[in-house]
């Protein structure tokens, strides 16, 4: 799985987000830390809608412009996806700390 699709689930994972709300929370460290334009996440949700690991989800309109935005939520075959991988890189992680590549518990 691409960093960019794991973050995607792992924003998803707390809630339904709409596309710029998406965008933000990946920029953050703790969501991968990921700095993207919009237009290459909706490419990537497209082929994650396509793969059936997210769905459109119903959203509410912002308040301050009126503007209907596109939510989008995990579904149970992302969910266990991103469970998947977490468990991957968690083992990679663990044979990184056990070559003393990374301190442990720093990871």
Request: charged share 35%; hydrophobic share 40%; aromatic share 6%.
């Amino acid at each position: 799985m691409k960093p960019l699709e794991f973050s995607v689930l792992l924003v998803l994972a707390e809630g339904a987000e709409y596309g710029y709300g998406i965008v933000k929370r990946i920029a953050e460290d703790r969501a991968g830390g990921i700095r993207l334009a919009p237009s290459n996440l909706y490419y990537v949700l497209d082929r994650m809608l396509s793969s059936g690991l997210v769905a459109e989800a119903k959203g509410e309109d912002d308040g301050s412009d009126g503007v209907r935005r596109r939510y989008y939520r995990i579904t149970k075959l992302g969910r266990a996806v991103l469970s998947e991988e977490a468990r991957r890189l968690a083992e990679l992680v663990r044979t990184a700390e056990r070559l003393d590549l990374v301190p442990r518990g720093e990871a």
